[in-house]
Structure formats: C-alpha cells, structure tokens
C-alpha cells in the first residue's frame, strides 16, 4: 500500500488516551433541523460561523484529536482568514471528512436502508486531501424491526463500509467505520446486543475481504442500549452489553473505538462512556468519543445564533469535551455536570 507512513501518522495523531473525536459534519437537513432548534436559519454564513466557532475554541485540542467535517465546510474560513481545516489542525485536532452520500432504502429489502457514494469515491478523495482532509467518513444505518436489519440488508451494509474502508486506505485516508444501529423503537437492550453483534461481525468479515488493514481505520460504533421507548438501562448495564459485543467481534488490531451518541442525552453519552472505560480498562482499543449531538448540544443552546454568546457556546463546548475527557479516563462523575 502506498500511503502505510501517512495512514499510521494519521492513526498516531487521533488516537490518544483522553481525547477522541467531535463529529460536525451534518448534512443540509440534518444541520438545518439544528438550528431550527435554536431558531436560526440554515444559510452558509451561519454554519460557517457556527463551525468556525466550535474550531476555534480555545483549549478544544487538549480534549479532542479529530474533527469531521462536511463537503462545503472544507474550503470555508474562519474570522482569523485561516481555513477551517488549518485551524483545527492549529490545536492538533485533525480535519476529516463526511464522505458517504446518504442512505436510501435497500431495493427489494423493505425496511433495510443502504448508503449511496462509491462511485467517483477516489476522485473525491484526492481533492479533500488537497483541502487537508487525513480522514474519512461513511456511515451505514440500521433500523431495528421485527424482521429487520435482514440477514441480507446486514451483508449488503457491511460490503458498502468495506468498500468504502479499502478505497480510503489506497487513497491515504484513515477510514472512519460507522455502522449505526439505531436506539429508536421499543426494543429491549437483548436485542440491540443481538443486532449489533450481527452488524459488527458482518462488517468486519467484509474488511477482511476486502483487505483493509485493521491497524490503519477506526471503528465508529453505537453503543448497546435499549430501544428509545424502552426501560432506561444503567451504565453498568450498557457498558456490559456493550464490550460483551465489542470483545465478541472486533479485532485488537484496531486501535480505536469511537462511539457515536445515537440521540442520548449529553450527560448520559459521557456517563455511559465512563462506565465502558471503568469496566474495560483492560481492553486492547482505546474506548474514546466521536460524537456529534452529545458534544454540540449545550453549545448550540448557549450560542443561539448570536454572535455576542460566542464565548459562552465555546466554553459550554469545551465544558462538554472536558467531561468525556474525564469519562474516557474513568474518571466522571455525574455530580460534574454543572460545575
Ligand atoms: C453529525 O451527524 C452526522 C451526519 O449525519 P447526517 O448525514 O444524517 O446529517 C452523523 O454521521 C454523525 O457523525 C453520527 O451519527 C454520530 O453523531 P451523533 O449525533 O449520533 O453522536
């Protein structure tokens, strides 16, 4: 492979005890479905303020060592005319990439959802990293019904990632690996684990196919709980299902797993993290963040699309990734939140 010294550079950069990844690379419905939250308009300028903002917090890097951006975010500038690439690389936070087009449902597959983005997928490559892009990400999506994910849906999602992951790796980008199952519906945590072990074994038969060096990605999964409209589990509980899980199914060559918040709670994101770290402190990965909602929340609360709260947001963000800093080091407490 061509790119080996680049790609484990890369691996070095992001993967550190205590710090993990801040995911800012929501799609125009997704981000325009934020601020509509806060009431402010979806426009470039705002998510370009709103970004450049969450890069330029000061300290941001002690605690977060990637972020991932969307398309357009790329070749935007901050206030400081750096790009907005540069000034996360300016604290050691480094810039990736959504690459994934969306999903859409899987054909004849009713229920099974699929991503779509392969084609063209080097060519676009080539042209984030001459933006400053070192990482990518694609993210497939698995919802939980009685008879779906589908044994088929579960392969078809997995060949995607592995796909994805293998291009990357030719390319020298860190592939981020997201299988997504998802927390909506009213499942108990039984069968998330059920599901997600099914995903997880799926994905990583695939990038064993495939050829994708294990070493050299990053595994971006949900954690196991139960479904939105079910019994709340405890940490404890959601830490065990969860490593039962990742034992059962991920390599130790991969070096780092990064949970995405899936629509918990900020508070419960980093309280179920902390448990994870407590219960696996002697796993062979490190156990650390990439989340999006859970680290943005407070800070879009506390910005509101006014330019005269810049430093609260960044102080609530900085807040926000101090606390699952804590939590990746076993050390939070819920008594923390609001010190
Ligand atoms: C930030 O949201 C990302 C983009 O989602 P859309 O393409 O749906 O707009 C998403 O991939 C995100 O990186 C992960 O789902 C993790 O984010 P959360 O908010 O679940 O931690």
């Given at each position: ?66 972020i991932?951006?969307f ?133 990583f ?12 990605m ?94 609260a ?13 804590l ?9 923390m939140?609001?010190?």
């Amino acid at each position: 492979m061509q790119y080996t010294v680049e790609l484990e550079a890369t691996i070095q950069d992001m993967v550190q005890k205590g710090r993990g990844v801040l995911a800012a690379d929501e799609s125009a419905p997704t981000i325009a479905k934020r601020f509509k939250a806060i009431d402010v308009e979806s426009t470039e300028e705002n998510r370009r303020y709103w970004r450049s903002l969450l890069v330029t917090t000061p300290g941001l890097g002690d605690y977060i060592s990637g972020i991932i951006l969307f398309e357009e975010t790329l070749d935007q500038n901050t206030e400081q005319r750096q790009t907005i690439p540069e000034a996360a690389w300016a604290q050691k936070i480094v810039p990736g990439i959504k690459v994934d087009k969306g999903k859409i449902p899987l054909a004849l597959s009713p229920g099974d959802l699929i991503t779509q983005g392969l084609d063209g997928l080097a060519q676009r490559l080539q042209a984030y990293k001459d933006q400053g892009a070192r990482f990518a990400k694609w993210r497939e999506v698995y919802t939980i019904e009685k008879h779906v994910p589908s044994l088929h849906g579960i392969e078809a999602n997995a060949e995607m990632l592995a796909r994805y992951a293998a291009v990357c790796q030719e390319e020298g980008l860190v592939p981020i690996v997201e299988p997504e199952v998802l927390m909506d519906g009213d499942h108990d945590i039984a069968r998330h684990t059920e599901v997600t072990e099914k995903v997880q074994h799926a994905v990583f038969h695939a990038l064993h196919r495939h050829n994708v060096v294990l070493e050299l990605m990053i595994l971006k999964p949900n954690m196991v709980l139960p479904g939105k409209d079910c019994r709340r589990a405890s940490p404890e509980e959601v830490a065990s299902e969860t490593l039962k899980v990742l034992r059962r199914t991920v390599p130790a060559a991969v070096p780092s797993i990064n949970f995405l918040s899936g629509g918990q709670t900020s508070e419960e994101a980093t309280d179920n993290l902390n448990a994870i770290n407590q219960a696996g402190s002697d796993a062979p990965w490190c156990l650390t963040i990439s989340y999006g909602r859970a680290l943005q929340q407070s800070a879009l609360h506390a910005w509101e699309g006014n330019a005269d709260n810049k430093e609260a947001a960044q102080q609530a963000l900085l807040e926000r990734a101090r606390l699952n800093h804590l939590a990746m080091l076993g050390e939070y407490k819920p008594e923390m939140e609001g010190g």
